[in-house]
RNA sequence: GCCCCCAUCGUCUAGUGGCCCAGGAUGUCAGGUUCUCAGCCUGAAGACAGGGGUUCAAAUCCCCUUGGGGGUACCA
């Protein structure tokens, strides 16, 4: 039974690169039908916060992705949540002390940090001396005594480390490169890589999927997991997400946050779809799927070794295809929000003609990627439109009102419109004015709607109505420069 | 500095020794859609980082160089 996790510090808004990371979990359970564990590292109490573990289980749900066991539906191997598992990492440090495995340090924090400058200058390895390995027992009393607290350290072997990466295949390291490691903090709590071990044994995970940036800490944990006696996990690590200058994703990059995506209005099925395409590829080369079209061929082994840069407008691209196709019900109920916020539609929804509304919405999605984005394509159906100055003078032209005298007195004719008719009004305008194309289109767009781009005029014409396109023609007609 | 990982169009990628003077997608540009468009259709330009090997044959295997990324914390 395959068991992956998704193991996020709540230190801040889930974005991108590490939604990423749990996708690419969960799918890979979901294809062996295994279980995907959510698991909160938050010991780091400094940076941790609990409103970014409500968010970040929102965000994940939001997009769709739903876990066996987490601290929000609990599970056999739980808490969830490392800061209610002190007590096992307390535990099993005091097994590896008395194991001989591990050991105090008492150097400070002001002391390493001068000794890897020094170590820096002179052109050596920063890394730990050991040195508190070899205490004598008279020194350790004498430690103790002066009150000075102390960090539990990892006697890590002068051995090579090897193992086989799903993603990279064989990776070594020599780990008498490596210093001791801190395992125990002096405030009692857990360094990541002591957490990580215990937890991945505890929670009995057999598939460890995250980010490359893990990769140089793993024989670490491979070294743990010997201590803790445990057949290590297997490992993928995944190639990393970067920002357009090739630095690794991050908050000043612009708005990455899942959170942010959904208040812009993306469709979450959109954004999965696009990171799944971040370091993966369908068989099909069909680059829009849903997760159902393609669990079962997915290959975690076929994954993308070199980090990808993230790309908005592909994904804008990818969005603007969902928002397209989805059923329009949807998209409305979603719009209506962003348009009552900006005030073209009324704040009581009984107020709300809705198959109107659907009118506007089906004509507005097809120039937009996400749902925000319909605000500016749809004020012209509710507001009276502001023509600028530069299109008052095109207005007040000869041809322009050759033209808006002609369709007006057409409108004339009509109680109702529909494209056909206004199709049909259109054809005589042309042939009255024996004027066609651009010269034709653009006075009655810019008239009705203040704009040179917008939906299709058919759809603009038979939404607003007669009277209102004849009010907004009338706002025209004899204006003189 | 040391260690590790990586390298195909601007970007995401296909490619696992001959189907490749490299395919798709996005973006860009051009044309079409009796207007516009971030919509739809058609088309164009656009890449194997460089140098050595191995081989009858290399984008694909090996080595070096260069470039990028990561790690080297009482962050995760």
Not at 302 to 309: D, I, L, T
Not at 405 to 423: H, I, R, W
Request: with cysteine.
């Amino acid at each position: 039974m395959i068991r992956a996790r998704f193991a996020p510090s709540p230190t801040g808004l889930l974005h991108i690169g590490n939604a990423r990371m749990a996708v690419f979990n969960w799918l890979f359970a979901k294809r062996y039908h295994g279980t995907f564990v959510l698991r909160i590292e938050d010991t780091d109490v400094t940076r941790s916060e609990k409103r970014y573990t409500i968010q970040l289980i929102e965000d994940l749900h939001w997009l769709g992705l739903n876990w066996q066991e987490g601290p929000d539906v609990d599970g056999p191997y739980g808490p969830y949540q490392q800061s209610e598992r002190l007590y096992l990492y307390h535990d099993i440090c005091q097994k590896f002390l008395k194991e001989g495995l591990a050991y105090r340090c008492y150097c400070t924090p002001a002391e390493l940090e001068e000794r890897r400058k020094i170590a820096k200058l002179m052109g050596k390895p920063p890394r730990y001396d050991n040195r508190c390995r070899r205490l004598t027992d008279e020194q350790k009393k004498s430690f103790e005594t002066s009150g000075l607290k102390s960090t539990v350290r990892f006697k890590v072997p002068d051995e090579l480390v090897v193992f086989d990466d799903l993603i990279r295949g064989t990776c070594q390291f020599d780990m008498s490169l490596m210093g001791d490691f801190v395992i125990m903090r002096s405030d009692g709590t857990p360094s990541f890589h002591f957490a990580v071990a215990v937890d991945d044994t505890l929670m009995k995970i057999t598939h460890v999927i995250r980010g490359e940036d893990h990769l140089s800490n793993t024989p670490c944990h491979i070294l743990l997991f010997h201590a803790l006696k445990h057949i290590p996990p297997q490992f993928a690590h995944l190639s990393l997400t970067m920002g357009t200058d090739r630095t690794l994703l991050s908050k000043r990059h612009g708005a990455f946050s899942i959170s942010e995506y959904r208040k812009l209005g993306y469709l979450p099925e959109a954004v999965l779809n696009y990171m799944m395409l971040l370091g993966w590829s369908p068989k099909d080369k069909k680059e829009k799927f849903r997760v159902e079209d393609i669990v079962d061929t997915f290959e975690i082994t076929s994954m993308s070794k070199a980090p990808a840069v993230f790309n908005q407008q592909k994904l804008d691209w990818l969005s603007g295809q969902y928002v397209r196709e989805a059923d329009l019900e949807r998209i409305t109920s979603l719009a209506i929000p962003y348009l009552q916020e900006t005030g073209l539609i009324p704040k009581d929804e009984n107020n709300i003609d809705k198959t109107r509304l659907k009118l506007v919405v089906d004509a507005a999605r097809n120039n937009i990627s996400c749902i925000s984005q319909i605000t500016q394509e749809a004020d012209i159906f509710f507001k009276e439109s502001l023509v600028s100055e530069k299109h008052v003078g095109f207005l007040s032209s000869g041809t322009s009102q050759t033209i808006l005298l002609s369709f007006y007195s057409q409108l004339q004719k009509f109680d109702t419109l529909s494209p056909e008719v206004f199709k049909e009004a259109l054809a005589t305008v042309q042939k009255e004015a024996k004027i066609k194309g651009k010269e034709l289109y653009l006075p009655i767009r810019i008239a009705l709607t203040g704009r040179e781009h917008g939906p299709e005029l058919h759809c603009v014409v038979t939404i607003l109505g007669t009277d209102t396109c004849k009010k907004r023609i009338e706002r025209f007609l004899f204006v003189k420069k």
